[in-house]
T-cell receptor, first 115, second 116 residues
Framework: AQSVAQPEDQVNVAEGNPLTVKCTYS??????LFWYVQYPNRGLQFLLK????DNLVKGSYGFEAEFNKSQTSFHLKKPSALVSDSALYFC?????????????WGAGTKLIIKP | EAQVTQNPRYLITVTGKKLTVTCSQN?????MSWYRQDPGLGLRQIYY???????DKGDVPEGYKVSRKEKRNFPLILESPSPNQTSLYFC???????????????FGEGSRLTVL
């Protein structure tokens, strides 16, 4: 069955330190992978996506993500965390272009950046 | 400004009292979708629409209805709300690429519904 796992409910990082939010997936075909962020009392915002090409994808607000096909992972990273990065992060996957945009969503990871 | 607008943002209602949550987008997007967000469950899709007059069930359609009479609007209807429909609801829209390209989803600000 197709699935997305975000193994950590919460990640705590000190401001200025690098951060990683983990995502692993299981799909039958070639994955399209996404990260979205949700700030408190707001809707989700697109951060970045991987479709094909370079395994390292750069997105908004200094975030990047690395696609690892052998480990079926798409971890979100940032070299130096800001307090304003504190939010809920969602990983999502779609297995191929013919799936009518039906994304499979992870449960979300709460990222807390401490000053 | 490109946006997806949902109304109401907050609503408290009682069991069985029909309600509609409106969703409107100004980006001429073909694709629109409704999600509910519950703690620990992430986002679950309720219904989606690939274009006008084309709608389909998502993962959790029971107790909900939708319509897509115009491209910009995609209302969510709860004919007889029940307490288990208490949730945070999001509407989203996206363009459809010719090659099936993804198109990022644009989300509304959310509608928090409480059914007593």
């Amino acid at each position: 069955a197709q699935s997305v796992a975000q193994p950590e409910d919460q990640v705590n990082v000190a401001e200025g330190n690098p951060l990683t939010v983990k995502c692993t997936y299981s799909v039958s075909g070639n994955p399209y992978l996404f990260w979205y962020v949700q700030y408190p009392n707001r809707g989700l915002q697109f951060l970045l996506k991987y479709i094909t090409g370079d395994n390292l994808v750069k997105g908004s607000y200094g975030f990047e993500a690395e696609f690892n096909k052998s480990q079926t992972s798409f971890h979100l990273k940032k070299p130096s965390a800001l307090v304003s990065d504190s939010a809920l992060y969602f990983c999502a996957v779609r297995d191929n272009p013919d799936s009518n945009y039906q994304l499979i969503w992870g449960a979300g990871t709460k990222l807390i950046i401490k000053p | 400004e490109a946006q997806v607008t949902q109304n109401p943002r907050y609503l408290i209602t009682v069991t069985g009292k029909k309600l509609t949550v409106t969703c409107s987008q100004n980006m001429n997007h073909e694709y629109m979708s409704w999600y509910r967000q519950d703690p620990g469950l992430g986002l679950r899709q309720i219904y989606y629409s690939m274009n006008v007059e084309v709608t389909d069930k998502g993962d959790v359609p029971e107790g909900y209805k939708v319509s897509r009479k115009e491209k910009r609007n995609f209302p969510l209807i709860l004919e007889s709300p029940s307490p288990n429909q208490t949730s945070l609801y999001f509407c989203a829209s996206s363009s459809l690429g010719l090659a099936g390209d993804t198109g990022e989803l644009f989300f509304g600000e959310g509608s928090r519904l409480t059914v007593l």
